[in-house]
C-alpha cells in the first residue's frame, strides 16, 4: 500500500523474492489493546492469536463453499515499535521498511506494524472508521497471500470484500457490515498506489463472479 506522511496502514506489493509488502500514504491513529501471547523474541514483538482466528474467520466466510479446515492459520506478529519492524523486515528483504506497513514473507507467519495492529483491535473493538477499516483490509490482504493468492491489485479487492464478511462475523448487521467494506474501499482509493486499486465496481463483479481460492495456490492465471 503506498503512503506518506508515515505508514501504518496500507495495500501490498511484491518485493525481493517471497516478501510482500503493504505500502500506505496515511499516518495511522491507534487505539485499545488485547492480551496478546508473547514470541521467543518477544522483546521485538508478539503474536496476536485472535487477529489470526478473525482473519481466518473472515475468510472462511467470504468463502462459504471453501471447508474451513482449507482455510490456511495466520500468525499475525505485532511489532513492538517502528525501529522493531523496520530492522526484522530489512534483514529479511534488504530494503528499507520505510514505506511498509505490513508484509508476508511465507511460512505461517505476517507482520504489521504496532499501530495497523492497534487499528485493527480497535476495528475488533467497534470503531469503524477509514483507518481501523482499513487496517482490518490490510490485516485481510496479507492472510490471502498465506492462502496462496499473489496478485496485489486482486488480493486488495478481495480484502477489501472481506472486510463485509469479517465485520459479519463479529456480529455486525448487514449495514453496518457493508458500510464496513466501503470505508476499506475508501481507504484503499485515498492510500493505496496505483497498482493496488481496483474500481470497485470491477472488484464487486470479481467478487461475486469467484470466491477467493479462485485466485489461490498457482491461479495466476485466473488473475490474468
Known sequence: MPLTPRPEDGAAALLSPGVSRLLVLALVVGVTGVDVARSAGAETYTYDRR???????????????????????AYVRCYRDKRSFEEA???????????VVAY??????VHLRNGTCRNVRAFLAGRRT?????????????????QGVRNERTTTCLANDAVRWGAGWLASSEAQSLRARNLAFTYTRLFAPPSYRMGKPDCLALARRKDWPAFARGGAAAER
Do not use: M, N, Q, W
Open 104 to 109: 508476508y514473507a511465507g511460512d505461517g507467519d
Open 130 to 146: 477509514v483507518y481501523t477499516a482499513g487496517a482490518f483490509s490490510i490485516l485481510l490482504h496479507e492472510a490471502l497471500h498465506r
Open 51 to 73: 487477529l489470526g482466528v478473525v482473519a481466518r474467520a473472515a475468510l472462511a466466510h467470504a468463502s462459504p463453499k471453501t471447508p474451513f479446515r482449507f482455510v490456511l492459520r
Open 89 to 99: 523486515y530489512t534483514r529479511r528483504s534488504g530494503e528499507s521498511a520505510g514505506r
